[in-house]
């Protein structure tokens, strides 16, 4: 079947921040991006600040407004800062507009031109879960550094940062309500044309006190991956409520990022600031019987607090980011992908249960 929606790939990811000009140092010196391009006051930009980061082929942008009254302001005010938009580079950003649209998506931006000197590129967008978006970016007449009204910012960048080795976006993950998953899982099959790659229960995931569901959605190439997640009724609040408790609706609740060498990169991240979850040491003791012989040396990963699970395909290694704002909402996971196409479900009872020592330690279990 033909697919109506190709996406091409994600473009970028918009976070609604209370300061962009202070994450985006956050971002630059924690996780190694690169500031390359900037709209706000002085390019003629009175509607918001904007900074552009970039590392491998990730594509962050971080927004803020200067109205207390803006979408951004109330977008703030709601749920902290977190992901807006994650947007899709497309061919034909009308079309992918009018096709979800026909099959039941909520508009957001009808298809829209934006022009300079470069070109042009032409920007739709729908509604997904919360106060979530997806855009379509179509800029194969554009060639400019990123979108009109955003100006070259690399000669505002400190000096110094390097990278941390993260190349791409591998999958991002959207928390919704109980009972709202299959019903997330319908919208991205029938309105975007995804398909479900796997699928998780409440016995694969669950804890002494919680448990969640999840399902994952992928795209007619298996590019971009969404897995969907809802709290399933536990002896305790799961990790899902706490989120929707704090964000106040669903929303993204991770960011993966591929890395070549997680060793490195995870290595290099936490010198930076960037803090981790931790599992206990009797996960290590377990592991080589669990998942049999890899490249790595597990004293190195157990050092490092990386986690290892195997699939038919092969093996993943993979480490989870603390929340990277004050509310306990949305985090970073760091994934090193060895053959395995799966996300590793034999970490999910050990995570869990590490971020119910977090939980514990907020008073929000
Ligand atoms: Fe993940």
């Given at each position: 079947m033909k697919d109506f929606l190709p996406l091409k790939r994600i473009d970028y990811i918009e976070f609604y921040c209370g300061n962009a000009k202070q994450s985006s140092l956050y971002y630059q010196?924690?996780?190694?991006?690169k500031l390359t391009g900037y709209s706000g006051l002085e390019t003629k930009n009175n509607q918001k600040a904007s900074y552009l980061l970039e590392q491998g082929k990730i594509r962050f942008v971080l927004s803020s407004s200067y109205?207390?009254?803006?979408p951004i302001s109330e977008h703030v005010k709601k749920?902290?800062?977190?992901?807006f938009d994650v947007a899709f580079e497309v061919e034909d950003a009308a079309k992918s507009f009018e096709e979800t649209v026909k099959r039941g998506a909520i508009p957001f931006i009808e298809p829209q031109t934006f022009k300079d000197e470069n070109g042009y590129i032409i920007k739709s967008a729908i509604r997904t879960f919360g106060d979530t978006i997806h855009s379509f970016i179509e800029r194969k007449n554009y060639s400019g550094l990123f979108i009109p009204g955003f100006i070259d910012a690399k000669s505002k960048a400190p000096e110094g940062i390097t990278d941390t080795g993260l190349r791409s976006v591998d999958h991002m993950v959207g928390n919704v309500e109980l009972g709202k998953m299959l019903h997330w899982v319908d919208f991205y099959a029938k309105t975007m044309g995804f398909n479900q790659l796997l699928s998780f229960d409440d016995k694969d995931i669950s804890t002494e006190y919680t448990a969640l569901m999840s399902k994952v959605m992928q795209n007619s190439t298996g590019k971009i991956k969404i897995p969907i997640n809802e709290p399933a009724p536990g002896k305790k609040k799961s990790q899902i409520e706490e989120y929707l408790d704090f964000y106040k609706s669903p929303g993204i609740q991770h960011v993966a990022m591929t890395t070549t060498d997680i060793l490195t990169t995870v290595s290099d991240l936490k010198k930076r600031g960037v803090e981790f979850l931790t599992v206990p040491k009797t996960y290590y003791n377990e592991l080589i019987n669990r998942i049999g012989t890899i490249d790595e040396d597990i004293k190195l990963l157990e050092e490092t607090g990386i986690l290892v699970d195997r699939d038919e395909d092969g093996y993943l290694l993979q480490i989870f980011t603390k929340p990277v704002e004050d509310r306990p909402t949305l985090f970073f996971e760091i994934i090193q992908r060895k053959?395995?196409?799966?996300?590793?479900k034999g970490n999910f009872k050990a995570l869990f249960e590490s971020i119910e020592r977090e939980q514990a330690l907020r008073g929000t279990l």
């Open positions: 010196y924690g996780f190694g991006f109205d207390d009254s803006s749920h902290g800062d977190g992901v053959g395995a196409r799966s996300f590793g």
